[in-house]
């Protein structure tokens, strides 16, 4: 005889819910069946397990079960069983495990239609097996208790005429699928971005902590190789970024995973920390030009002085390897507020210079300015990471102060003819702002007298340190006025004759 069935399968007590296919081939003294167990209903709260959810699991088994002819008391059957899921009951709430299977065998003794005795043997997976006796009570309602006790009744239940109406060989009881319930939950944003040195949120989000939140495990290897760091406790926890390194990879993983006070995780939650710049203070940064902010310079074409530009980090570490990054900008804006960007440069009037920056030290960039032949002001402007900071330059024909130098006339002794050969010696004590000789001055400093007719002017020297002297004479009497220039600054002084 052959057959298939159906069945559904509904567990009152916990609502769960399945549907069983199954194909059944029985002979005298032999059964054959094979089922299939498909989940009907989905994830339910455990009432054994706690924090635990539960469903049917599906599966397959097939079954073998005969007697022996001679002696049909005496049976014996086989079985085969899988099921599918990660955390499977096959063997008890307690005994879970993944895709279990299992081979069961067992041997029966049947003194009498009404009794059976059993005993049987389950080996699973991994070592996981069970052992069951048992007795069983088969009772035929309609069928006379004296045949039910009859010994030579057996021998026709073993046979195909008087089994047809047994039950079909099944597994009855729905063999569970566990899994963890989500007790605790959190969350990252996607991606974090700041500048070097940084301290800044996490931006950790506790959706949910049935238990409470006791502890949260993070893990950024690479971040913390380079010197960053994650601190805080509870929910608030907030991350130091490393330093910026120029022309790099400055993209760090940092994940992470709650534990709630009974000891149970979260899934595991990542974001992404970026570093966008070298997070460089502007408090703690400086650019100096020989050491200021502003400086006057000579004219000159050839007089230099160092920019220096100090990088420095809210902690006042140095910011290195940032070279490539800085940005210059220099503008020069000339006696009349010309600009001479807008000019051609030519030999007698050059435009102040500023060479490349170098790294001298951790954190310290390096350039040289060099002037230009014209006078003006000159401002240079650095720019790193959309930071800037600028420094200025007055660039001096000369570097004598008008207002403390002074320009004085010497007269002969007795009267002054005008021969050609008697002479005035006009002297100038040439000084800076501070005071201080300004030395050199020779070359650039002209006497001009506003009448040269028969007016002869020596040449001018340094007859000290910043005090300059030259004579003058005439062939003609009267006034000689006596201008001394150096480029724009002038003096004049009347010399009589």
């Known amino acids: 005889m052959a057959g298939v069935n159906t069945f559904i399968d509904h567990d009152l007590s916990r609502s769960h819910t399945r549907i069983g296919v199954g194909a059944e081939y029985w ?4 059964k054959l069946s094979a089922n299939g167990y498909i989940r009907a209903s989905g994830w339910k709260k455990s009432p054994d397990i706690e924090d635990y959810q539960e469903r049917p699991a599906n599966g397959w088994d097939i079954r073998a079960e005969g007697y022996l002819p001679a002696w049909p008391q005496l049976g014996a059957s086989l079985m085969y069983e899988q099921y599918y899921g990660d955390e499977v009951g096959l063997f008890g709430k307690d005994k879970r495990q993944k895709d279990p299977h299992a081979i069961s065998a067992e041997v029966t003794y049947t003194p009498v239609p009404l009794l059976t005795l059993s005993a049987g043997h389950k080996q699973g997976k991994s070592g996981e097996n069970d052992t069951r006796f048992g007795l069983e009570v088969n009772y035929r309602i309609g069928e006379p208790l004296e045949k039910q006790l009859d010994t030579d009744s057996i021998r ?4 195909l005429a008087g089994s047809r109406y047994d039950l079909v060989e099944r597994n ?3 063999v569970l699928e566990y899994r963890k319930s989500e007790v605790i939950r959190i969350a990252l944003p996607e991606r974090i971005e700041g500048k070097g040195g940084q301290t800044l949120s996490l931006g950790l989000v506790v959706s949910k902590a049935t238990h409470g939140l006791k502890n949260v495990q993070w893990e950024a290897p690479s971040l913390l190789a380079e010197g960053g760091k994650i601190t805080g406790q509870g929910s608030q926890w907030q991350v130091t970024l490393p330093a910026y390194r120029p022309g790099k990879d400055n993209y760090y993983a940092i994940s992470a995973v709650a534990y709630d006070n009974k000891g149970n995780t979260s899934k595991r939650v990542q974001t992404e920390v970026v570093i966008t710049g070298a997070g ?5 940064t400086a650019l100096t030009l020989d050491g ?23 902690e006042g570490q140095p910011v290195t390897g940032m070279k490539d990054q800085i940005k210059t900008e220099l503008t020069f804006k000339p006696a009349g507020n010309i600009v ?15 060479g490349e920056f170098t790294e001298t030290e951790a954190g310290v960039y390096q350039s040289v300015f060099t002037t230009g032949t014209q006078s003006g002001e000159a401002t240079i402007t ?44 006009l002297t100038l004590t040439a000084v800076d702002s501070e005071g201080n000789p300004v030395t050199g001055e020779a070359s650039r400093l002209r006497f001009v007298p506003q009448d040269t007719n028969g007016v002869t002017v020596g040449a001018i020297s340094e007859i000290k340190p910043g005090v300059y002297s030259a ?9 000689v006025l006596c201008v001394l220039s150096a480029s724009s600054i002038s003096w004049a002084h009347y010399n009589k004759r």
């Open 280 to 284: 460089m203070s502007a408090d703690r």
């Open 172 to 174: 009855n009881n729905i």
């Open 27 to 30: 002979r005298d003294y032999l």
């Open 292 to 314: 200021q902010s502003r400086i006057q310079m000579l004219a000159n074409g050839n007089e230099q002085k160092p920019l220096v530009l100090s990088l420095r980090d809210a």
């Open 340 to 354: 001479t960007r807008t000019l051609k440069a030519t030999k007698s009037q050059a435009k102040p210079t500023l």
């Open 382 to 425: 650095v720019s790193v990471d959309g930071m800037s900071k600028t420094v200025t330059a007055e660039l001096r024909a000369t570097m004598m102060d008008v207002a403390n130098s002074t320009l004085s006339a010497n007269e002969p002794s007795g009267d002054v003819v005008a021969d050609g050969q008697q002479a005035y010696t």
């Open 156 to 159: 026709e239940r073993r046979m």
């Open 471 to 479: 004579t003058v004479s005439s062939t003609r009497a009267g006034n």
